[in-house]
């Protein structure tokens, strides 16, 4: 069997656009993959097609080969638009040995060893009596554990002030526990907007016990920040999101600096990258907490990736998962995982168990660059 083309499709599914991949062989097997760097699709497309010129021809069962080829073959290793390619390439080729085998991913991973996968949503709400209802909702769903956000932005959702941001959502979140209890895992999540000053201060404002983890409060770029921070709050990190390497991930693991590791299969460089970073976090007992917010076909291999390790604590997954999400489009994706409440069951059939109807793929891409944040003071500050 051989490789005889890599399709890149960066289209529009839902609300926003998805980079998916399909690699096809010469025995009609084919496999898809996708790509989680949002926002800079077309540039991974760029990549893919490049890779493309000397992926065609190959065995696709030699996926850990293929992988060291795609990262090693250039000069200039790594980076997150290449690994964002590879990952797209390498679920494929996972999900055609799959397909070539006949058995689900999670049995080229080690074997199953979980019924279903554990997930997690996100509510938000602009009170704290709106937090609290989002939150209980999600309870009564079958949710055990969220993040709980606190709407931070104005009218327009480009003007961020960090400390208004930090007072406003202490306030909520110290009301939602005192309602919710202790037996709720509750979450929040910065996306990288503060400080180091800023995230002391706002773990500061908060009785012990009022999160349970808080992801990305500070950009990632310098561990010793994060380090730093570390020593300063009691709270657990969840870190790892943006991360497109095992080498990344390597200072926080090895320095205890964060205690989740976010790990995103289809940015780090796929399964085959993915699941060496799981056996180096369990060897830290450091839990997965895998993020996963793009379409089926990162749910499918994300979830076979976590039905595998031992360690994982929860799947991240959109609270309105289901037909009425857009990015799970059952006229595109007509197979795809089971999605309830609180958690996601990987169908016992070749592959991934995604399908994708090519033909529905028809919404073009959508060029968008996204908008930064500004302060009140007119300065940029992180999206």
Same mark, same amino acid.
């Given at each position: 069997?051989?490789?005889?083309?890599?399709?890149?499709?960066?289209?529009?599914?839902?609300?926003?656009?998805?980079?998916?991949?399909?690699?096809?062989?010469? #025995?009609?097997?084919?496999?898809?993959?996708?790509? =989680?760097?949002?926002?800079?699709?077309?540039?991974?497309?760029?990549?893919? #097609?490049?890779?493309? $010129?000397?992926?065609?021809?190959?065995?696709?069962?030699?996926?850990?080969?293929?992988?060291?080829?795609?990262?090693?073959?250039?000069?200039? #290793? =790594?980076?997150?638009?290449?690994?964002?390619?590879?990952?797209?390439?390498?679920?494929?080729?996972?999900?055609?040995?799959?397909?070539?085998?006949?058995?689900?991913?999670?049995?080229?991973?080690?074997?199953?060893?979980?019924?279903?996968?554990?997930? %997690?949503?996100?509510?938000?709400?602009?009170?704290?009596?709106?937090?609290?209802?989002?939150?209980?909702?999600?309870?009564?769903?079958?949710?055990?554990?969220?993040?709980?956000?606190?709407?931070?932005?104005?009218?327009?959702?480009?003007?961020?002030?960090?400390?208004?941001?930090?007072?406003?959502?202490?306030?909520?979140?110290?009301?939602?526990?005192?309602?919710?209890?202790?037996?709720?895992?509750?979450?929040?999540?910065?996306?990288?907007?503060?400080?180091? @000053?800023?995230?002391?201060?706002?773990?500061?404002?908060?009785?012990?016990?009022?999160?349970?983890?808080?992801?990305?409060?500070?950009?990632?770029?310098?561990?010793?920040?994060? $380090?730093?921070?570390?020593k300063m709050v009691t709270v657990p990190f969840a870190i790892g999101e943006e991360f @497109?390497?095992?080498?990344?991930?390597?200072?926080?693991?090895?320095?205890?600096?964060?205690?989740?590791?976010?790990?995103?299969?289809?940015?780090?460089g796929g399964l085959t990258e993915a699941m060496k970073v799981v056996g180096w976090a369990?060897?830290?007992?450091?839990?997965?907490?895998?993020?996963?917010?793009?379409?089926?076909?990162?749910?499918?291999?994300?979830?076979?990736?976590?039905?595998?390790?031992?360690?994982?604590?929860?799947?991240?997954?959109?609270?309105?998962?289901?037909?009425?999400? =857009? %990015?799970?489009?059952? $006229?595109? %994706?007509?197979?795809?995982? $089971?999605?309830?409440?609180?958690?996601?069951?990987?169908?016992?059939?070749?592959?991934?168990?995604?399908?994708?109807?090519?033909?529905?793929?028809? #919404?073009?891409?959508?060029?968008?660059?996204?908008?930064?944040?500004?302060?009140?003071?007119?300065?940029?500050?992180?999206?």
């Open positions: 069997m051989h490789i005889t083309d890599v399709i890149a499709y960066p289209v529009w599914v839902g609300f926003r656009n998805q980079m998916l991949v399909k690699v096809e062989t010469n #025995e009609g097997i084919y496999g898809w993959g996708e790509s =989680g760097l949002s926002g800079r699709e077309l540039g991974v497309k760029g990549i893919v #097609e490049h890779y493309r $010129e000397f992926l065609v021809g190959k065995d696709p069962m030699a996926r850990g080969a293929l992988w060291q080829e795609m990262y090693r073959s250039q000069y200039f #290793e =790594g980076g997150r638009t290449l690994t964002a390619a590879i990952s797209a390439i390498d679920i494929a080729l996972h999900d055609i040995v799959g397909k070539k085998l006949g058995v689900p991913v999670y049995e080229l991973l080690g074997g199953k060893q979980r019924n279903y996968v554990p997930t %997690f949503a996100t509510g938000i709400g602009d009170t704290p009596e709106e937090m609290i209802d989002t939150a209980q909702a999600m309870i009564a769903e079958g949710f055990d554990c969220f993040r709980l956000h606190r709407q931070a932005l104005s009218e327009n959702n480009r003007e961020y002030e960090p400390r208004e941001a930090i007072a406003l959502t202490a306030e909520g979140l110290i009301k939602a526990r005192e309602v919710l209890g202790t037996r709720p895992v509750i979450g929040y999540d910065f996306h990288h907007r503060l400080s180091v @000053a800023e995230t002391a201060s706002f773990c500061q404002m908060m009785p012990n016990h009022t999160l349970d983890f808080l992801e990305e409060p500070i950009r990632d770029e310098t561990p010793e920040a994060y $380090e730093a921070l570390r @497109a390497s095992k080498w990344q991930f390597l200072p926080y693991i090895e320095r205890g600096i964060t205690q989740y590791a976010r790990i995103d299969v289809c940015n780090i369990e060897a830290h007992y450091i839990d997965l907490m895998p993020h996963n917010p793009l379409g089926p076909i990162c749910v499918a291999a994300t979830a076979h990736m976590s039905m595998a390790s031992g360690n994982l604590s929860w799947l991240e997954i959109r609270e309105s998962a289901g037909e009425s999400n =857009g %990015f799970y489009d059952k $006229e595109i %994706f007509p197979v795809q995982p $089971e999605i309830v409440p609180g958690k996601v069951t990987v169908l016992d059939r070749p592959g991934l168990g995604v399908e994708v109807d090519e033909a529905s793929l028809s #919404e073009p891409f959508k060029f968008s660059t996204g908008s930064p944040l500004r302060r009140k003071d007119g300065s940029l500050t992180n999206s």
